[in-house]
């Protein structure tokens, strides 16, 4: 048996009958580039004697824009599909991510790949939230880790988008992988930019990559890390820059951007200018380099408090008050620095804008910046209610009705943590 027919079915059938659905290629076949192909020939590589997949897990790491979300759209219907597709009985396929809105992403584009092909309509029955395939009786439909995990799935696939918001516990994650116990072959395909460095599952996974029993592949260049574990089932394909690359080499974007249509480098240019003018070279690491970042380094840049504009610089020796807030629609979030010294008060702010995947500030990267402001100011700004020991570094006012699971986390944490009602 040839060990990529998988791959190949699956390659045919987007060509087939998979149509890309938005801007300039909206209504062309889905026809994979050479590192796409790549990818999906070792993801879905069968083992001849058996005629099963060598892999139950395959994950691939890219910067945004390179069209994560519409492989994994038309994975989602390759694999419901059990005629001409994986050929499970019953498939059940969903697609998981950290927030509500992130997973109606992918599910909606699978939804609008059907609607765009007659031969598609003839075998799924697409509503508003699920898609049915009444031939074998399959059913791709969206969860969120955001709600209660149903731990009574049985997924023939799970696909992850994402994987860096799913915070530490991973669960949505754990859930996906392990209820497959029931199939042949279940299948994991999980999908994302990279995140902090040492927390969250996806980081625990992309470490796992230099410390685990597969094999690491690095190309030439350092922008490509491929990751097997044979033994255990697992694939990782990373595109991303490495850490002593220059952030600023044309070169180094184009070889962690595969995708063709950013070879030009005219969106990644106008991206670059854009954040470095914002000061905010450090997104551009992490979303268009897919460069890890320390969680110091991720929320602040080196140097930035002694170089802070206005007469005077914050104090590591004194302490401060911090003021965390957030929009109702979770769009926009700032955390406030304020330091009485003497007869004037220095502020600094940190303003976040909301991630492209969610549409919402990343509660994450808020807490991340406020250990941060706890390592750096040190000197203890109140006390602890019940005992009356000092708590050291800043206090943390925040309203509770909209970051609730911020100051849960954070006091668990040891932080100093005032409510007020807004």
Not at 119 to 144: H, T, W, Y
Request: hydrophobic letters at 40%.
């Amino acid at each position: 048996m040839d060990p990529y027919i998988g791959a190949e079915r699956f390659i045919d059938y987007g060509r087939l009958f998979v149509r890309h659905t938005k801007g300039r290629w909206a209504g062309r076949p889905l026809i994979y580039e050479p590192w796409q192909c790549d990818f999906w020939r070792e993801a879905l590589e069968v083992d001849p004697d058996t005629g099963l997949r060598i892999y139950n897990q395959a994950g691939l790491g890219l910067p945004r824009k390179n069209t994560k979300s519409t492989m994994a759209s038309h994975a989602g219907l390759y694999f419901l599909d059990g005629n001409d597709g994986d050929g499970e009985n019953e498939p059940e396929v969903y697609v998981g991510a950290a927030a509500k809105g992130q997973a109606g992403i992918v599910m909606g584009q699978s939804i609008s790949m059907v609607l765009r092909s007659p031969q598609l309509l003839d075998r799924f029955r697409p509503s508003k939230f699920r898609i049915e395939c009444p031939a074998n009786g399959g059913v791709m439909r969206s969860l969120s880790s955001a709600a209660a995990l149903q731990h009574g799935l049985n997924p023939s696939l799970g696909l992850i988008d994402e994987l860096h918001a799913h915070g530490d516990d991973g669960a949505l994650f754990t859930a996906l992988t392990t209820g497959g116990g029931a199939r042949e072959q279940p299948f994991t395909f999980w999908f994302s930019t990279a995140g902090v460095a040492g927390q969250g599952i996806l980081a625990d996974l992309y470490e796992s990559m230099f410390s685990g029993t597969g094999t690491l592949e690095v190309r030439n260049d350092g922008c490509l890390l491929i990751y097997r574990d044979r033994v255990n089932g697992i694939l990782i394909f990373w595109y991303g820059a490495p850490r002593d690359a220059d952030i600023e080499d044309p070169a180094i974007w184009r070889a962690t951007n595969p995708i063709s249509y950013l070879g030009d480098l005219q969106y990644l240019g106008k991206q670059f200018g854009l954040l470095k003018a914002r000061g905010a070279l450090l997104e551009w690491r992490r979303y268009h380099l897919n460069q890890f970042l320390d969680t110091v380094e991720a929320w602040l840049r080196p140097g930035a408090w002694s170089s802070c504009k206005g007469d005077l610089a914050l104090d590591v020796t004194l302490p401060v008050g911090v003021g965390i807030d957030r929009s109702p629609d979770g769009e926009h979030a700032a955390i406030v620095v304020a330091q009485r010294q003497g007869d004037k008060v220095v502020v600094r702010m940190q303003a976040f804008a909301a991630e492209s995947a969610t549409g919402i500030v990343s509660t994450e990267a808020l807490r991340a910046y406020c250990r941060v402001l706890r390592a750096a100011y040190p000197r203890p700004a109140g006390a602890d209610p019940k005992t009356k020991r000092p708590i050291p570094g800043p206090a943390f006012a925040l309203d509770r009705a909209s970051l609730g699971e911020t100051a849960d986390t954070l006091a668990d944490d040891g932080l100093n943590i005032v409510e007020l009602s807004m």
